[in-house]
Each structure stands twice: as C-alpha cells, then as structure tokens.
C-alpha cells in the first residue's frame, strides 16, 4: 500500500509539473533562431484567422504566415489583428504534401492600429442571445453595442457577479437566458487566447438595470 501510495505521489507531481510547463510561453535565444535558419520581416498585417495571417511586407510582397504551438508573442499578450504593423520570424517548413509552409517562431507588435485598441470598460448594449461557454468560461453572451455592425461575444468567468434588478447573483446559478433582450453594463476585458492567434473579451460582472 506503501508503494502504490508513493508511485500516486510521484505521478501526481510529474503530472503537475508538466502542467506547469505546458503553460510557460515558448520563448527563444538568438541561438535557438540561428539553429533553425530563422528569417524576419516585418509589414502589415491584410487578413487575419487563429491559425494564420497575411502580411504585405515593405517591398509590396504578401505570403501567408502560420502560427501555432511554436509561436513566441511578442508582448507575450499580443496577438494580431488585421491593421498592425508586425516583425515576423520564420522558418521555412516542407510539408509532407510538398508545400513549403512559413511557420512563425516570434510574432512582435511594432506599432498597433488604432481601431484595434481594446474596448474600454464598461460596455453597453443588448444582450441578442447567449450560447454555450468552455471548459473555462460557464456561458457565452453576444452583446450588440450602438454603432457596431456584429455583436461582440463576450465570455463569462465562473466567479462572474450578475446584478439583475436589484439582485446579485453569481454566473455559476444563473438563468442566462433572462438576459436575453436585456440592457445592460459588462465589465469586459480583452485577453489572448491560449492557444492561436486570437482575442476573446471575457467578464466578471453583469449589471442589468
């Protein structure tokens, strides 16, 4: 019994250990790049997905860059969005279909476009429908905004607070389709996604008057 005690023991610290360093940011030294024949441009981010951009480079040139597990950002809570001015190191990775594919070791923010500065908080607007949320997040909301054409979603945290007609409550117990229709007040915040190239914008409060 021991035994099987201490093998739990150890599994569970090697467990917890690599959960640790799955969630470090990857980072490179100058070595690491030389190693790998690593190339940099920089130019202006045209089109835009989690996985992949296109940037119009300073000769007038545009490729298609892909990030993913490899990707280094640069602040590490920067991601692209279409507009910014980027520094782009790649290495040239031949797929298996014979395609030669550009995958992005670091992605550095040089100058942000100003429509792609985040939201100040709090937003208001009417809550047109809610969805489901993720393994980290209990529901997701869809919050049309005046004078913005999509509605924005927003995603709500477990520790979320729902002021609703004079009462508080927390997200955890709460009936989210009440809101539907709603006015209401939501302190969002925008933070990268963990994995891809992307921004959600998440909340912990509520305020439906």
Known sequence: MKCRARLIETLSLFLGLALVVGCVPRQYSQEDLASRGAK????????QSRGSFVLK???GGEQIYRTGELTQYIPVDFRSLEGDRVRVVFEEVWERSGRLKLAVLQLELVELA???LPLASPVTGEIVAVDRGSAKFVKSILLKIPDMEEALPIYVSPQAI?????????????VFENLV????SVSAER???FRGNAYIYATKHIVAP
């Not at 940099?40 to 089109?47: E, N």
């Not at 229709?181 to 209401?184: D, E, I, N, S, T």
């Open 191 to 193: 933070e990268p996604i």
């Open 40 to 47: 940099d441009v920089q130019g202006v981010v045209t089109k």
């Open 114 to 116: 100003e429509e792609n």
């Open 181 to 184: 229709g709603r006015k209401v």
């Open 162 to 174: 729902i002021q609703l007609d004079g009462e508080t409550r927390s997200a955890e117990e709460f």
């Open 57 to 59: 480079d300073d000769f």
